[in-house]
């Protein structure tokens, strides 16, 4: 099956490749933090705010912290209102 | 410190567009690869230290692209979190050892005031003066021992006036109120740093109101990481850093070239005449009227303006000359091509006339078709993309800080009108068919001088910037310049130059080594484009002459070194009665024998200082 992501989850990716300077096609909902060594604290916050300027949203701190992998910010995404759904045309 | 001409950095820069902090963070990260992996050549590159006092990450990143867009690398020391005062204080630091070009000092406000941030007034009045004369001791002392221990420029931060008191609508009628404190602060160090000519106090505060105070800290990125300034806001920060680094690196520009027709004023002229174009005090002719006060004020600050146009000449004239509300009239412009030609080949004709680089000029229009021939045919030509809006005209000219100087010399603040000056000696030689009998109706004065630290940062600038009448275009720093001038067995002389149109200022110079007692060496003889074929070049050496017998040497050997754009000089020693004794590689050495007199022309009047 071909996956078609759709234009925020591209977004997504795009940050998080140049900020941790992985390729775009390994990160997975997985991607963390204990097995992705350029995901540091301050890389954490660069992301945070990239994400913020791209979506127009504002994190709280609690969700700031709470995030432990890429599906976590996927989640917080959609709690702000920001479809996160895969496969659509 | 020329920009590299390597192709990876500026390919390396285009290879992505740059939307936002992270495409800064990627585009670095290949830049280093390349470094690492030798794939950039370069001459020089700029040593930056940034010392903050909080988590400043983010800066040097996005630093080494922005300066990397006009072809600097630069190499970064951040110092540890909160340690500017060990590392200036302590003279083994890792601050000197790094060797800085340019060291940014950034401390903010919550750093000088701690818990009166919020409580500020625990403090009694005196206290709080008290508290004011210890800060700017504080922070100037630190500024004064970089620049006494480091021959750096330093970039010191102003501090950011709070737009919060505790205090509310009363604060403004306390004896000594806080918003008040931290604005005395400000003044204190600003007036501390007026006579000063390596540090440079940077007016965070009014950054901070242009990009908003309320956006200029993201509180959740400072309560997790100390971070103080909001990430969003870096690139526009490193922006205005830009402008030293230019400055420093001898890169900034030097002329506007203007189109007509809907830049300086709304309209056609061809179409609409005279009496139809939008220039004046109505709200369609003031963005035009404005912005012409603008490019006025840059002529002032020693920018030159030219045109290129497409236009009938007779029509154009007439507006220069009668149009009531024209700011611009034909004497601001150091050259016109207002005419059908292409406008690449005027910019190429008015690059020679008025004797300046394609990569000096700054190219302004309001159509894009245009904009985008010149950045295809000559890309060296910087081209601003001017907005549709013309109310944003002189808001756009506002924000390009490249034309920054980081020592207004003399010579800069009459940059302007010595151009307009060149011009009338233009017309004289075109009316007067003899070339002796033009120079002597110039009634030209040459003012010869050792060099000394009020003209050493012009001379610095005249080794980076001098291609044509260049014997051997070595690039020396104000620091190297201060060195030959303190060596024993060197002698840095310079020449001013004047005449009845005007005074062109420090604009020639020569750096001469006393090899031993019976040779001297010229390591460096230089004249600006300006003022070549005025036989101030003969004077120079005239002077040298005299000044080598004085001491008794019997030989001058003066050197040539051939580069692409110093075809001027390639005969001056032969033409002055030298012989080439050596040629190895690119240098070649000519003797001079000292037992000949080398005259001074006669019709120059000849001062030493």
């Known amino acids: ?89 | 410190m020329r920009p590299t001409s390597n192709k990876t950095l500026s390919s390396i820069i285009s290879s992505q567009p740059i939307r936002g902090i992270s495409d800064y963070f990627s585009i670095n990260r290949k830049i280093e690869r390349a470094i690492i992996n030798n794939e950039i050549l370069y001459d020089k590159s700029i040593n930056i230290a940034i010392l903050s006092s909080f988590t400043i990450n983010g800066i040097k990143e996005t630093l080494r692209v922005q300066c990397g867009e006009f072809g600097v690398l630069t190499n970064f020391y951040v110092g540890g979190y909160n340690q500017y005062a060990q590392e200036i204080l302590e003279p083994q630091s890792g601050l000197y050892k790094f060797n800085p070009v340019l060291v940014i000092i950034f401390i903010d406000t919550r750093a000088i005031t701690g818990d009166s941030f919020f409580l500020p007034y625990e403090l009694s009045n005196d206290e709080r003066q008290d508290w004011i004369e210890d800060k700017v001791n504080e922070i100037v002392s630190l500024a004064k021992v970089v620049s006494e221990r480091s021959l750096a420029k330093v970039i010191l931060h102003n501090f950011e006036v709070p737009a919060y008191s505790p205090l509310g609508l009363i604060e403004s009628k306390q004896e000594i109120g806080f918003i008040e404190s931290i604005e005395i602060i400000n003044q204190n160090i600003r007036e501390q740093f007026k006579r000063n000519n390596q540090v440079f106090i940077f007016d965070y505060n009014a950054f901070c109101s242009y990009v908003g105070k309320q956006n200029v800290i993201d509180y959740k990125m400072y309560y997790l990481a100390d971070v103080r300034v909001n990430p969003q806001y870096i690139p526009h920060l490193c922006k205005a850093y830009t402008g030293y680094i230019r400055a420093i690196a001898s890169l900034t520009k030097k002329c506007i070239v203007l189109d007509l027709d809907n830049i300086l004023w709304g309209g056609v002229v061809g179409e609409d005449g005279i009496e139809g174009i939008a220039l004046g005090p109505t709200p369609d002719g003031r963005p035009f009227l404005e912005f012409q006060k603008y490019l006025l004020s840059f002529f002032y600050r020693g920018v030159i303006l030219a045109i290129n146009s497409k236009n009938n000449p007779a029509d154009v004239i007439e507006v220069l000359r009668e149009h009531p509300y024209m700011l611009l009239r034909e004497r601001h412009f150091a050259a016109m091509r207002i005419n059908w030609d292409d406008k690449v080949a005027n910019m190429k004709s008015l690059a020679k006339e008025i004797n300046i680089g394609l990569d000096s000029l700054v190219f302004i229009d309001d159509e894009q078709v245009n904009r985008e021939i010149m950045r295809e045919f000559l890309p060296e030509v910087t081209v601003v993309d001017m907005p549709k809006d013309p109310a944003l005209y002189a808001r756009t000219l506002m924000e390009l800080d490249i034309f920054h100087s980081i020592n207004i010399t003399e010579e800069d603040k009459h940059k302007g009108s010595m151009y307009e000056d060149d011009k009338k000696r233009r017309d004289l030689l075109q009316s007067t068919n003899d070339l002796t009998e033009y120079l002597r109706q110039l009634d030209i004065t040459v003012l010869i001088e050792e060099a000394n630290t009020r003209t050493i940062p012009r001379i610095s600038q005249l080794t980076q910037k001098t291609n044509q009448f260049n014997m051997t275009t070595r690039r020396y720093t104000e620091q190297e310049i201060t060195q030959f001038v303190n060596s024993n067995n060197c002698r840095v002389v310079s020449v001013q130059v004047s005449d009845k149109f005007g005074n062109n200022g420090l604009t020639g110079l020569a750096i001469i080594e006393k090899m031993d007692k019976r040779i001297w060496r010229i390591d460096t003889f230089l004249l600006s484009c300006r003022i070549i074929g005025r036989k101030v070049e003969d004077t120079l050496l005239a002077y040298i002459v005299d000044e080598a017998k004085k001491e008794g040497a019997e030989l001058l050997h003066g050197e040539f070194i051939i580069s692409k754009k110093n075809k001027p000089a390639d005969d001056f020693y032969s033409k002055s009665g030298f012989t080439k004794i050596h040629h190895c590689g690119e240098l070649e050495v000519w003797e001079y024998d000292l037992m000949n007199n080398y005259p001074f022309p006669d019709f120059i009047e000849v001062i030493i200082k």
């Not at chain 1, 204990?34 to 300027?53: G, K, Q, Y």
């Not at chain 1, 979506?55 to 479809?83: P, Q, S, W, Y």
Request: proline content about 1%.
């Open chain 1, 1 to 89: 099956m071909i996956k078609q992501y759709n234009e925020n989850i591209k977004k997504l990716l795009a940050i998080l490749s140049k900020i941790l300077d992985i390729d775009e096609n390994i990160i997975t909902d997985e991607t963390s933090p204990r097995n992705t060594e350029t995901w540091d604290s301050f890389n954490a916050l660069m992301i945070v705010s990239e994400l913020e300027n791209t979506f127009n949203i504002h994190f709280t701190m609690d969700e700031v912290t709470a995030v432990t992998c890429v599906g976590d910010i996927k989640e917080a995404l959609k709690r702000h209102g920001i479809d996160m759904d895969s496969n659509k045309e």
